[in-house]
């Protein structure tokens, strides 16, 4: 197994793994970055992006990735294809290991490595992705202004993304699964105080249907056993979202969720030269643009832990 040693490690590819290269890149930090199993990050799976700064006409994902991707190699970065597999925090310099077959020796290291959507795991609700199917209110809710469309989820995010959707909406029906919202009472509130807001209690999501423009309604099911359609344009998930920390959990702390937990208004992790930035980190937010940000503040960090401890 080849061995490499480099100075800053970064592991993941979105907005956050790209932003952090091309600040490390501008401090001459000669970044290393691996792809990981999904080059881009949850954006390429996005269409229409039109909240990211810079960006007057809007553009969609896999372009916004592509940019930041060819601005990081422009300015020096090493974007590599590859997945951590196995990694070693106990000492400096650490220990990772790509695809089980090389070994990099880095001095810094920035996990950026995302949080997945959870889905329902319906062949229609992967037919329609991108198409009418959406894990973001924030991101997608605009194009929906004036229409109906369903959330499901009972918890705070699917209240939140339904009142969020309220403000646009014509009507956002919450299909619920059990007779009451896990949400707090205050949420709870909200959705029972919005009047655009029909919850669908004890129904689960039996198929979304659509034609060549898109989603066009929903099926669910009662607990009876009595099937309801309801004509919709937007679907939106709001189950929960799976942040890829796996593989470092052995030395990292995170939360109950498995997000990493950094120290407060910076990247550092519980391993001094360890960083984190982006989606792995952030169960709150899960923006494009914060993701950036959080990957430029881990930069910084890198920086500076590099100076004070050559």
Not at 2 to 19: D, H, M
Not at 268 to 285: H, I, M, S
Request: with cysteine.
């Amino acid at each position: 197994m080849s061995t490499e040693r480099v100075k800053c490690l970064i592991v993941g590819s979105g907005p956050s793994g790209f932003t952090a290269a091309i600040y490390a890149s501008r401090a001459n930090l000669s970044p290393v970055l691996y792809e990981g199993m999904q080059p881009g990050g949850q954006l390429t799976t996005t269409t229409e992006i039109e909240n990211f700064p810079g960006y007057p006409q809007g553009t969609t994902g896999p372009q916004l990735m592509e940019d930041l991707r060819a601005q990081a190699v422009r300015l020096g970065a090493d974007v590599r294809t590859g997945m951590i597999t196995k990694v070693d925090f106990s000492k400096r310099p650490f220990t990772l290991t790509i695809d089980d077959e090389k070994t990099i020796l880095a001095d810094a290291v920035i996990i950026s490595t995302g949080a997945t959507a959870k889905y329902l795991g319906l062949e229609s609700e992967e037919k329609f992705r991108g198409q009418g199917v959406s894990a973001c209110a924030t991101c997608d809710g605009f194009f929906y202004r004036g229409k109906d469309v369903a959330v499901v989820g009972g918890g705070d995010t699917a209240c939140e993304e339904a009142t969020y959707l309220a403000g646009l909406c014509n009507k956002v029906y919450m299909i619920v699964r059990r007779n009451v919202l896990r949400a707090s009472k205050a949420m709870q509130d909200r959705v029972m105080n919005t009047p655009n807001i029909e919850v669908l209690w004890e129904c689960n999501t039996k198929e979304i249907v659509g034609d060549l423009s898109g989603v066009t309604g929903v099926i669910v099911e009662h607990k009876s056993g009595e099937l309801i359609k309801k004509d919709i344009h937007g679907f939106f998930l709001a189950i929960g979202h799976h942040p890829n920390s796996e593989v470092f959990r052995d030395y990292i702390n995170v939360d109950e969720n498995g997000y990493i937990i950094t120290e407060p208004d910076c990247s550092k992790t519980n391993v001094e030269g360890v960083f984190a930035a982006g989606d792995v980190q952030d169960p709150r937010y899960r923006q494009a643009i914060t993701a950036a940000a959080s990957g430029c503040k881990a930069a910084l960090d890198v920086e500076k832990f590099l100076s004070e401890n050559k």
